[in-house]
């Protein structure tokens, strides 16, 4: 299936993983590389999906173990939005196992132009931390679900999607949890 992959196009392929999966775990995109790396090699698209979403789980977990042994997050704020965001991943995928290749050939291409555009577009967004101004556990209920289902069937600018979903929203976003320390 893959004999036209030589040794040098394989190393090529887990240098660009590797480069993708350090750029998730910094700020998120990383998908935005190695999802068309994967596809121009001819790896079919349900594959090519399937591996960039392997390799982006890996660096998603292990950044957010980093951040939560550093105290910027804590699971009491986020549960709702895993709890969401699960159910969303999972319908997303098995929506994306019902569609043929011949219509995700045609459609990735498109959705990683938009992702890449809106992600260029904004650079500095999330920066800012805001008051709080929507409610909780409607938020992270809607767009865990949107953004689950969207992660599990695409996935290329999820991060970058969570930072816009709660700066526009006008949420604080869970990793403002700072450590507090007491004066003595």
């Known amino acids: 299936m893959f004999s036209h992959l030589t040794y040098q196009l394989l190393f090529i392929l887990f240098m660009t993983g590797l480069v993708a999966g350090t750029i998730d775990a910094i700020a998120g995109g990383g998908g935005l590389i190695s999802l068309p790396m994967l596809l121009s090699v001819g790896v079919p698209p349900h594959i090519a999906l399937g591996t960039n979403k392997l390799q982006g789980s890996v660096g998603t977990f292990t950044a957010a173990c980093s951040y939560y042994r550093a105290g910027l997050f804590n699971f009491k704020t986020i549960y709702k939005g895993l709890v969401f965001g699960f159910i969303g991943t999972v319908l997303g995928a098995l929506t994306g196992q019902f569609i043929s290749s011949d219509v995700l050939k045609q459609i990735l291409p498109i959705l990683l132009v938009i992702i890449f555009i809106f992600?260029?577009?904004?650079?500095?967004l999330g920066i800012e931390d805001r008051k709080t101004s929507f409610n909780e556990f409607y938020f992270y209920s809607i767009f865990g679900f949107i953004l689950g289902f969207y992660d599990g069937f695409f996935g290329?600018?999820?991060g970058t999607l969570w930072l816009f979903s709660?700066?526009?929203?006008?949420?604080?976003?869970?990793?403002?949890v700072k450590k507090t320390t007491k004066k003595s």
Not at 119 to 124: E, F, G, N
Not at 170 to 176: D, E, I, R, W
């Open 119 to 124: 992600t260029v577009c904004s650079p500095k």
């Open 156 to 158: 290329p600018g999820t």
């Open 166 to 176: 709660l700066t526009c929203c006008n949420c604080s976003h869970p990793l403002s």
